[in-house]
Nanobody
Framework: QLQLVESGGGLVQPGGSLRLSCAAS????????IGWFRQAPGKEREGVSC????????NYADSVKGRFTISRDNVKNTVYLQMNTLSPADTAVYYC??????????????????WGQGTQVTVSS
């Protein structure tokens, strides 16, 4: 059974950076597309980014393009989300999710079936 655990969230000032990690256990991530999602209070969950099995394909929400970078280390069984130039609008609980899929593609609108518990990111001065 695949289990995902996010870490790296916290309180950061506007303009700052954080790196989130999504560590997998139970199975290897090499066969899984990974997505990062976030949910702010009172808002629906939204897709932030995704990465294909081998890492060659990535997608980003328009709101984070140029500021966030997703990457993966299949040896360490971990996916990362580097978040730069953070603003209060980025405040949310961030979740990673996994979906067994074919190589070379990823989508944030897909139905992911494994989810982590989330990590809080708060951007405030």
């Amino acid at each position: 059974q695949l289990q995902l655990v996010e870490s790296g969230g916290g309180l950061v000032q506007p303009g700052g950076s954080l790196r989130l990690s999504c560590a997998a256990s139970g199975v290897t991530l090499v066969d899984y597309v990974i997505g990062w999602f976030r949910q702010a209070p009172g808002k629906e969950r939204e897709g932030v980014s995704c990465i294909s099995r081998g890492g060659r394909t990535t997608n980003y929400a328009d709101s984070v393009k140029g500021r966030f970078t997703i990457s993966r280390d299949n040896v360490k069984n971990t996916v990362y989300l580097q978040m730069n130039t953070l603003s209060p609008a980025d405040t949310a609980v961030y979740y990673c999710a996994a979906l067994r899929s074919t190589p070379g593609i990823c989508g944030m609108s897909w139905t992911y079936n494994y989810w982590g518990q989330g990590t809080q990111v708060t951007v405030s001065s």
